[in-house]
């Protein structure tokens, strides 16, 4: 590499840039350091209850290292080896410790090993080797499991100190406390990965929708990502240069996919052209997402909306696109992904439908064709909404397919930043003629008293969708974030 030759990727003349990443950051596996605990002075009083203890946190140790890279150098029943541990964590660069204390534990001795990994994340895994208490227990038997008091004095010191936790409880065999402890786990590292990710904006968020505004800085101090300026020149230059028999083969292949009303090949060619542009211009900048104004801007400038565009991105690449700037959504979007492997909707809030006490919601012509309840009834249709494209555009129409979802978005208060969460129901519904993708989602509130708590607690105008019970763990992203939550039912 010439380093005469770098230049910020404003000029966008160059192949280094000096300002981005020119390499995508590869996401590694997260390593968990296992805290497993014993006290030294009960192996004195009761010689035969150590083995059962290592043998114990060994079972712990073996489950978990299914799941992960797990760094457990030894049962810690001392400060000496509390120092051993320590060391061992810091030299992983361990991000995430689960304590699990097999006997009780002076929180002094913990603390020691955990204060050499001070940023990471802690679970308190408050285990025991039955689900009840047994009439022949004795003293050896309850302080084999006497985790609790142990586990109940580090709480107290955390609070103490404002360190925070999460807390798992159940039994060392249960298959559930592992996939709760999974799903933390996750949770963090999806936290992590977003403090790596680079979203790309191009244009700004539509004039007048104050509830999507936001300031960058706190976006990169409280949900992680850098928020980037892509100029519209960036992504003319790469539409001009896409080559006309690519975009006719990419034109034609859609067309013979679906059914089609109101719209032409030309329309097609148009969309699709814009597409694999937004495309290229995602790889050329390494970016993890993007958001784009499409009214009067991409459209006027391209002659064609970026709606397909986006979904081509979603579905093909996996790659999160919202629109009107909505980065809280793009994020939100970002996050639902992760955590459940399912492509979400950009929707707005649309109506409410008593008969079925459900919402309907309303897309951007965004989505992967997979959300549909029947493929062979999605349809190329025109854009709804012309604002300065030329022919009809073109757009999915098309109703989400029955199961649960996750609905939720990110607001900017005056308090901070704060996610919404909520449930429902996509319900079988008729596919609306409306030129668009919709969905009909029931939920366990009365509807009117669900939009009534909707609106009181105010949100953003945007819901992103997804399909999955995911709210618990949204509900620890808020909190890994720190920022508040609202959750709806």
Same mark, same amino acid.
């Given at each position: !590499?010439?380093?005469?030759?770098?230049?910020?990727?404003?000029?966008?003349?160059?192949?280094?840039?000096?300002?981005?990443?020119?390499?995508?950051?590869?996401?590694?596996? %997260?390593?968990?350091?296992?805290?497993?605990?014993?006290?030294?002075?009960?192996?004195?009083?009761?010689?035969?209850?150590?083995?059962?203890?290592?043998?114990?946190?060994?079972?712990?140790?073996?489950?978990?290292?299914?799941?992960?890279? $797990?760094?457990?150098?030894?049962?810690?029943?001392?400060?000496?080896?509390?120092?051993?541990?320590?060391?061992?964590?810091?030299? /992983?660069?361990?991000?995430?410790?689960?304590?699990?204390?097999?006997?009780?534990?002076?929180?002094?001795?913990?603390?020691?090993? %955990?204060?050499?990994?001070?940023?990471?994340?802690?679970?308190?895994?408050?285990? +025991?080797?039955?689900?009840?208490?047994?009439?022949?227990?004795?003293?050896?038997?309850?302080?084999?499991?006497?985790?609790?008091?142990?586990?109940?004095?580090?709480?107290?010191?955390?609070?103490?100190?404002?360190?925070?936790?999460?807390?798992?409880?159940?039994?060392?065999?249960?298959?559930?406390?592992?996939?709760?402890?999974?799903?933390?786990?996750?949770?963090?590292?999806?936290?992590?990965?977003?403090?790596?990710?680079?979203?790309?904006?191009?244009?700004?968020?539509?004039?007048?929708?104050?509830?999507?505004?936001?300031?960058?800085?706190?976006?990169?101090?409280?949900?992680?990502?850098?928020?980037?300026?892509? +100029?519209?020149?960036?992504?003319?230059?790469?539409?001009?240069?896409?080559?006309?028999?690519?975009?006719?083969?990419?034109?034609?292949?859609?067309?013979?996919?679906?059914? $089609?009303?109101?719209?032409?090949?030309?329309?097609?060619?148009?969309?699709?052209?814009?597409?694999?542009?937004?495309?290229?211009?995602? +790889?050329?900048?390494?970016?993890?997402?993007?958001?784009?104004?499409? +009214?009067?801007?991409?459209?006027? !400038?391209?002659?064609?909306?970026?709606?397909?565009? /986006?979904?081509?991105?979603?579905?093909?690449?996996?790659?999160?696109?919202?629109?009107?700037?909505?980065?809280?959504?793009?994020?939100?979007?970002?996050?639902?992904?992760?955590?459940?492997?399912?492509?979400?909707?950009?929707?707005?809030?649309?109506?409410?439908?008593?008969?079925?006490?459900?919402?309907?919601?309303?897309?951007?012509? %965004?989505?992967?064709?997979?959300?549909?309840?029947?493929?062979?009834?999605?349809?190329?249709?025109?854009?709804?909404?012309?604002?300065?494209?030329?022919?009809?555009?073109?757009?999915?129409?098309?109703?989400?397919?029955?199961?649960?979802?996750?609905?939720?978005?990110?607001?900017?208060? /005056?308090?901070?930043?704060?996610?919404?969460?909520?449930?429902?129901?996509?319900?079988?519904?008729?596919?609306?003629?409306?030129?668009?993708?919709?969905?009909?989602?029931?939920?366990?509130?009365?509807?009117?008293?669900?939009?009534?708590?909707?609106?009181?607690?105010?949100?953003?105008?945007?819901?992103?969708?997804?399909?999955?019970?995911?709210?618990?763990?949204?509900?620890? $992203? /808020?909190?890994?974030?720190?920022?508040?939550?609202?959750?709806?039912?």
């Amino acid at each position: !590499m010439n380093e005469n030759n770098i230049t910020s990727f404003d000029a966008a003349n160059s192949q280094t840039f000096g300002d981005i990443l020119n390499v995508k950051k590869a996401k590694h596996p %997260i390593k968990v350091g296992l805290l497993g605990c014993g006290y030294f002075e009960y192996w004195r009083m009761y010689p035969s209850l150590k083995k059962k203890v290592e043998d114990d946190l060994q079972k712990v140790y073996k489950r978990l290292c299914k799941d992960f890279e $797990v760094v457990y150098p030894c049962m810690v029943d001392t400060l000496d080896k509390a120092e051993k541990a320590g060391n061992a964590f810091s030299d /992983a660069n361990v991000e995430v410790i689960i304590v699990v204390e097999g006997t009780y534990l002076p929180d002094f001795i913990t603390l020691h090993a %955990i204060e050499y990994v001070s940023n990471a994340s802690i679970i308190l895994f408050n285990t +025991q080797t039955g689900s009840n208490v047994s009439p022949d227990d004795d003293y050896e038997a309850t302080m084999r499991n006497s985790a609790f008091i142990g586990i109940s004095q580090l709480t107290g010191t955390f609070r103490k100190i404002n360190r925070n936790y999460e807390v798992v409880v159940d039994e060392l065999d249960n298959e559930s406390a592992y996939l709760k402890i999974r799903g933390l786990i996750r949770v963090h590292q999806i936290t992590r990965y977003l403090k790596s990710y680079a979203i790309g904006i191009i244009g700004h968020v539509f004039r007048g929708m104050y509830d999507l505004e936001y300031d960058r800085t706190k976006i990169k101090g409280f949900l992680g990502p850098e928020v980037i300026t892509i +100029q519209i020149d960036h992504l003319i230059i790469i539409w001009k240069d896409i080559p006309d028999e690519e975009v006719e083969k990419t034109a034609e292949e859609l067309m013979n996919r679906f059914a $089609v009303k109101h719209v032409t090949m030309d329309d097609a060619r148009r969309s699709c052209r814009l597409g694999l542009a937004m495309k290229r211009l995602a +790889q050329r900048y390494h970016l993890d997402a993007l958001c784009f104004l499409g +009214q009067h801007y991409i459209e006027k !400038m391209t002659g064609a909306p970026a709606r397909m565009g /986006a979904s081509m991105l979603i579905e093909d690449d996996r790659f999160m696109v919202t629109c009107e700037g909505d980065i809280g959504g793009l994020i939100m979007m970002q996050i639902m992904y992760e955590l459940t492997g399912n492509v979400p909707l950009q929707a707005e809030w649309g109506q409410f439908d008593i008969k079925n006490n459900a919402l309907f919601l309303l897309g951007h012509g %965004i989505a992967s064709p997979e959300l549909a309840a029947d493929r062979k009834l999605v349809t190329l249709t025109r854009s709804p909404e012309e604002w300065g494209f030329k022919g009809k555009g073109i757009n999915y129409q098309m109703i989400i397919k029955p199961g649960p979802v996750t609905m939720g978005h990110f607001l900017n208060t /005056a308090n901070g930043w704060r996610m919404f969460i909520s449930e429902g129901e996509s319900i079988p519904f008729s596919c609306l003629p409306c030129d668009e993708i919709h969905a009909m989602v029931q939920v366990a509130t009365p509807i009117k008293e669900y939009v009534t708590n909707v609106l009181k607690n105010g949100v953003a105008h945007h819901l992103i969708l997804v399909h999955g019970h995911i709210v618990d763990e949204l509900a620890s $992203v /808020a909190d890994c974030m720190g920022i508040d939550k609202i959750i709806l039912k």
